[in-house]
């Protein structure tokens, strides 16, 4: 009798679950080497043709963005997916949401879905705002009258009352999110599904959408799976975490265990990383890169207190561009933006240039501990609108090191005390 109470209490179970990708062409092999990769796959034996050292996420000429995920997630469960930046989460996402299929395995759903993957998804930049909710009412398998009987709370929630009419295209990235997590939240379904999408509104809307999926899960039994690299939204909102590596799961279980299992995966970068290695470098319209990075006069991201570094960026453009502008935003471990790291010098780029740039970045206001890096290229317009060209999200993590000369009696933690180190104060007078 328990196990069919627990059987009904399943909102999702994923079945050895596996998505493979093709890298590059389908193929450069030589019939002979086709028919001969084929023949021993037929057989159950080795590729002949497969790389020395190659390793198990790479199959041949594909790519294994999830490799053997098994799941169950129960109604009412506000599930934390955690990982670093390629280990699969957007990709299990989307599976779940029947963007895309997988290649193995099994995935069942009980109720239906509703996902905010990216900023605008699922609307109809043509359509209104109002359009809009009708439209995703409707692909959910919503009729008119049950769309009606949420629409007044949607358009309240959203906060673009006064925009609600006017056709999307028009709205800003902010105003698409505050509308599509509107949708998500008070459409009939039973299962919630968010990538990191809330970023881009400001921190009292954050706030507004947190609760609204707490009550959601708390008071309808409404499943919610949320992803985030900033840990103190998913300690606010998940009872449970699964942590993602190299597309399989490496925990599941305790929010507080998974956060230092996530932030543990964090080690020092080599001096030298190429961006143009990773999977999500290029975006189908690039107009400008960042292909690598190069750390000087140090071999590891790793130096002593009041450091100032110096790095190269080389910097491919694909059309003509002007006033290129480059910045870091510095976090802590759980993704917290702590600072930015900030270039005033905007610089102009003929289609098919390529610049190296070098620039210093002056550490000494910060206290030891380990800090990550999320590199950005960006414009300002006349009218001091910011456009982000290229943002690769956290990619170099480095350390500054504890200098035990100078160290105050009190060992400062960072968690208590934070991560910037201020100037001391001064003593002026001293009236006895």
Known sequence: MAENTEQNNIAIRITDLKKKYQ???????????????????????????????????????????????NITIYNGETIGLIGRNGAGKSTLLKLISRITAPSEGQIELFGRVTSLLEVGTGFHEELTGRENVYLNGAILGMNKSEIDSQLNNIIEFSEVKDFIDTP????????????????????????????????????????????????TAQKTGKTVIYVSHNMNTIRQLCNRCIVLEEGKVIFEGDTEEAINIYTGQYS?????????????????????????????????WRFPSNSKIKFELKINANNDMNGVCFCFYLTNLEGQVISI????TPSNYKKGESKTITFEADLTSLRYGQYCLAPELYSISEYGTRFSHHKLGIIITFEILKDNENNNIIDLDTNKFGYVKLPKLVTLKTIA
């Open 23 to 69: 890298l590059g062409v389908i193929s450069y092999r030589t019939l002979q080497k086709e028919l001969q990769s084929w023949w021993a796959k037929i057989r159950g034996k080795e590729d002949p043709n497969s790389k020395i050292g190659q390793t198990t996420r790479l199959e041949g000429e594909s790519f294994l963005a999830l490799n053997g995920i």
């Open 168 to 215: 999307v295209k028009r709205y800003s990235s902010g105003m698409k999110v505050k509308l599509a997590f509107a949708v998500a939240a008070h459409l009939d379904s039973e299962i919630m599904i968010m990538d990191e999408v809330l970023a881009v509104g400001d921190i009292a809307f954050q706030k507004k959408c947190l609760d609204k999926m707490k009550e």
């Open 268 to 300: 020092n970068s080599p001096a030298f990383v190429n961006f143009s290695e990773l999977s999500r470098w290029k975006t189908k319209n690039s107009k400008i890169l960042m292909e690598s990075i190069k750390l000087l006069d140090y071999e590891e």
């Open 341 to 344: 790291f900030q270039d005033n």
